[in-house]
């Protein structure tokens, strides 16, 4: 593997992390139900650590020398992270935001993988960060179904 394969993974990992963030916000600001302010303040935590991971993904891209992509286009191009439905229930987005732990856990696996190859332990030790995050956040997402 090579600096670029893992540029390329990372590229799909900002993607993911970015789709999910504004999902996860947009889920924020529109929940309603008997447990809004349980929800509301879940979905904020776990958008707060999106942004966060979304400067460092973007950091790890331009320290490999190369240009981070910031466009909606190369988003949607490289994501997996299906658009939110503000109209939808609370329940809904629970399930929803539970369902896209597990589609960015396979995404940050395979960037895990590929860092590792390449030698590249900063991706690789950034990867395991974000994959415990992940798992933290399933879990907390499944718990309030």
Known sequence: MTDEAVV????????????LYLK???YHWNVEGSNFRELHLLFEEQYIDLAK???TVAELIRGLGKKAPAT???YIKNTS????????????????LAADQT???????????IAQKAGDEVVADFMIERLTFHRKAAWMLNSSI
Not at 81 to 96: C, F, P, V, Y
Not at 103 to 113: D, G, M, P, R, Y
């Open 24 to 26: 996860t916000q947009n």
């Open 72 to 74: 909606f286009e190369a």
């Open 53 to 55: 991971a979304i400067d």
């Open 103 to 113: 589609v960015i856990q396979k995404t940050l696996q395979q960037a895990l993988e």
């Open 81 to 96: 992270i299906k658009s939110g439905d503000e109209n939808i229930s609370a329940q809904q987005m629970i399930e929803e």
């Open 8 to 19: 390329e993974v990372l590229k799909i990992v900002l993607a993911d992390n970015y789709a």
